[in-house]
């Protein structure tokens, strides 16, 4: 995932959401992992058409987010303060898993009797 494909897809009229590698060249600097920020907070990054989340789900690790769907983002009242964009992508990524699962399992080859 990436910007370059986000804005291919968006030439396209497709929509995308996903997770970004932390250590790709072009996120902003305030993307890394900062050891003083608060568990559980998130970080919006804004940039034309596209949404960066940066997510601190886990004391040493954050979870950054590119979307090309959420304008803005909104977060939830509970405990862990999910942002938007991980809730939709959380609900949708299942569907993808189930796929994945059957290819695995169901082969296509035809069956043959010689």
């Given at each position: 995932?990436?910007?370059?494909?986000?804005?291919?897809?968006?030439?396209?009229?497709?929509?995308?959401?996903?997770?970004?590698?932390?250590?790709?060249?072009e996120l902003p600097p305030s993307a890394a992992l900062d050891p003083n920020k608060e568990l559980y907070?998130?970080?919006?990054?804004?940039?034309?058409?596209?949404?960066?989340?940066?997510?601190?789900?886990?004391?040493?690790?954050?979870?950054?987010?590119?979307?090309?769907l959420h304008q803005s983002v909104s977060v939830t009242v509970n405990l862990k303060k999910t942002p938007?964009?991980?809730?939709?992508?959380?609900?949708?990524?299942?569907?993808?898993?189930?796929?994945?699962?059957?290819?695995?399992?169901?082969?296509?080859?035809?069956?043959?009797?010689?």
């Open positions: 995932m990436s910007l370059s494909l986000a804005k291919d897809l968006q030439m396209k009229r497709t929509s995308i959401v996903g997770t970004v590698n932390r250590v790709r060249r907070s998130s970080t919006v990054l804004k940039n034309d058409m596209y949404t960066l989340t940066v997510y601190k789900c886990k004391p040493n690790k954050n979870v950054v987010f590119l979307s090309s938007e964009t991980i809730e939709f992508y959380n609900s949708t990524k299942y569907d993808v898993d189930v796929v994945d699962q059957m290819a695995r399992k169901y082969s296509v080859k035809a069956s043959s009797r010689r």
